[in-house]
């Protein structure tokens, strides 16, 4: 029950920043527009942000799947894109109404997954240090994350794929050379 509270406080959220930006938006509009009390709001969520937090991580979540494997990255990479640009409206609301910080925020563990995914799976039987692994996942998810962040304040102009498949150019074979540097 409570993952189903969780969804349609979320659906609230996006209807509501269809009409309006996200610093109109209170917990009571919230609350008024899922058909809940305010306190059943506070049982799942300590503010407004908490909810945006959590449904940046669940739409990702769900965009990325189990595409984190050195085949798949540049697919995961691409149903980030896709699942930003699926929630527009709700995306650059929120990049408006908060610091890009706060976006890179969300989108950091979710990049950070899928990098380290990747690597976990090119580094097969070389020995590197668990803190050089994560080094290099760091520098290749400030990478895509910055990408996209430019991609956000531009209004998602361009296509996903041409993004995806540039980067795909930029860092093949890049990244066994980096673990490379790093074997022990």
Same mark, same amino acid.
């Given at each position: 029950?409570?993952?189903?509270? =969780? /969804?349609?406080?979320?659906?609230?959220?996006?209807n509501?920043?269809?009409?309006?930006?996200?610093? =109109? #938006? @209170?917990?009571?509009?919230?609350?008024?527009?899922?058909?809940?009390?305010?306190?059943?709001f506070y049982?799942?969520? =300590?503010? #407004? !942000?908490d909810? %945006? &937090? +959590?449904s940046c991580l &669940?739409d990702?979540?769900r965009?990325l799947?189990?595409?984190? @494997?050195y &085949?798949t +990255?540049?697919?995961g990479?691409l149903q980030?894109?896709?699942? %930003?640009?699926?929630? =527009?409206v709700?995306?650059?609301?929120?990049y408006?109404?908060?610091?890009?910080?706060? %976006?890179?925020?969300?989108?950091q563990?979710?990049?950070?997954r899928?990098?380290?995914?990747?690597?976990?799976e &090119?580094?097969?039987d070389?020995?590197v240090?668990e803190?050089? $692994? /994560?080094f290099?996942? /760091?520098?290749y998810? !400030? #990478?895509?994350?910055?990408i996209?962040?430019? +991609?956000?304040k531009d209004?998602?102009?361009?296509?996903?794929?041409?993004i995806v498949?540039r980067?795909a150019?930029l860092?093949k074979? $890049?990244?066994?050379?980096?673990?490379?540097?790093?074997?022990?």
């Amino acid at each position: 029950m409570s993952q189903v509270t =969780k /969804r349609a406080l979320e659906q609230s959220l996006k209807n509501l920043l269809s009409k309006k930006p996200l610093t =109109k #938006i @209170t917990v009571g509009d919230i609350a008024e527009d899922c058909g809940i009390n305010r306190m059943t709001f506070y049982y799942h969520f =300590k503010d #407004i !942000y908490d909810l %945006v &937090e +959590w449904s940046c991580l &669940e739409d990702a979540k769900r965009a990325l799947d189990e595409k984190k @494997t050195y &085949e798949t +990255w540049q697919q995961g990479l691409l149903q980030i894109f896709e699942a %930003v640009q699926e929630n =527009k409206v709700f995306i650059l609301n929120v990049y408006r109404c908060v610091h890009r910080e706060q %976006v890179e925020k969300y989108l950091q563990p979710l990049v950070d997954r899928l990098i380290l995914g990747v690597i976990g799976e &090119e580094i097969g039987d070389m020995v590197v240090r668990e803190e050089d $692994s /994560r080094f290099i996942a /760091r520098v290749y998810s !400030y #990478i895509f994350i910055g990408i996209m962040l430019d +991609w956000i304040k531009d209004d998602m102009q361009q296509d996903p794929r041409q993004i995806v498949d540039r980067l795909a150019k930029l860092i093949k074979g $890049s990244m066994s050379a980096a673990l490379l540097h790093f074997k022990l």
